[in-house]
């Protein structure tokens, strides 16, 4: 079964064998899930729903997701609707040091860098603080319309934008991109890699 080609991405199925090593204490969070399509992909993969978390700013998406899916009684993974630029949510909170993979895709464009910024620095809330492997990884992409760059990074200001959010939070950030772009369209698939 395969509900979403993204998994196919290299990066993910080193990702989603990572999860599925035998005694794997490491977590994975889709932030901006939606039905949670990802989250019962990597299920239907072998990876314990004990180690996955999802957020979505709609509650209704999550719901949603389980009646599809047909799993409300059998999913034992962590799903929860909260606002990522709103301080303090409740929701979000219990995700605190909860997971070392973030995966946020067609997520960070939604924003602008200010925005982008706040959204990572909530990112790492959620991230294990000791975890040596800890990664955000995703894709972002858009029409090169008037003001795109305003949302969709290129690699120095996607570098320049996690040195920023290094230096707020007290941490360090190695960045991967890999852009594919022509006069109408960007496409980037980045990874974010904590150093130390």
Not at 152 to 177: A, F, I
Request: with cysteine; charged share 25%.
């Amino acid at each position: 079964m395969d509900i979403n080609p993204t998994l196919r991405d290299p990066l993910f199925q080193v990702v989603s064998k990572r999860l599925k090593i035998p005694g794997s204490t490491e977590a994975f969070l889709d932030v901006g899930c939606c039905l949670g399509h990802v989250i019962r992909q990597l299920i239907a993969e072998g990876v314990s729903s004990e180690q996955l978390y999802g957020t979505d700013l709609q509650a209704r998406f999550l719901d949603l997701g389980y009646e599809l899916f047909r799993d409300r009684d059998s999913n034992r993974a962590t799903l929860v609707s909260g606002d990522m630029l709103r301080d303090g949510d409740p929701g979000l909170d219990k995700l605190a040091g909860k997971v070392d993979i973030i995966y946020a895709s067609a997520f960070f464009h939604l924003f602008e860098r200010e925005e982008q910024i706040k959204a990572a620095k909530r990112m790492i809330q959620f991230l294990k603080p000791n975890s040596p492997n800890a990664m955000i990884f995703g894709n972002n992409g858009g029409p090169k319309i008037p003001g795109w760059e305003k949302y969709v990074l290129d690699e120095d200001s996607w570098s320049n934008m996690w040195n920023e959010v290094g230096k707020g939070t007290g941490t360090s950030w190695r960045t991967e991109m890999n852009v594919e772009s022509n006069d109408e369209w960007i496409k980037v698939k980045f990874a974010v890699y904590r150093v130390g």
